[in-house]
């Protein structure tokens, strides 16, 4: 069964950092392509970045660069998201998601649960 477990989310004031981490098992961790996306209130479901370990283009959305940088780590079977100088404008619920295509919610199969992120100005 394949699992993805967000964790690292929480408050924090604008210009600050966090570290969001996605745990992922129940597949082999090198087959598939993993995002980041999120979801403010009332708004429609965005991709942030995603990365495929065993090579390939990384991806971020526009909004982001610069600023976050995603990871993972084989041997933990874990994805990282580090974002810093975060804005208000970055609230919402992150979620990990995989085997999907560039940062296309709907082309992902796997999604986690979601964490969320508050920024406060």
């Known amino acids: 069964e394949v699992q993805l477990v967000e964790s690292g989310g929480g408050l924090v004031q604008a210009g600050g950092s966090l570290r969001l981490s996605c745990a992922a098992s129940?597949?082999?961790?090198?087959?598939?392509?993993i995002g980041w996306f999120r979801q403010a209130p009332g708004k429609e479901r965005e991709g942030v970045s995603s990365?495929?370990?065993?090579?390939?283009?990384?991806y971020y959305a526009d909004s982001v660069k610069g600023r976050f940088t995603i990871s993972s780590d084989n041997a933990k079977n874990t994805v990282y998201l580090q974002m810093n100088s975060l804005k208000p404008e970055d609230t919402a619920v992150y979620y990990c998601?995989?085997?999907?295509?560039?940062?296309?919610?709907?082309?992902?199969?796997?999604w986690g649960q979601g964490t969320q992120v508050t920024v406060s100005s």
């Open positions: 129940g597949f082999t961790f090198d087959d598939y392509r």
């Open positions: 998601a995989a085997d999907g295509l560039y940062l296309v919610p709907r082309t992902y199969k796997y």
């Open positions: 990365i495929r370990s065993s090579g390939g283009t990384t």
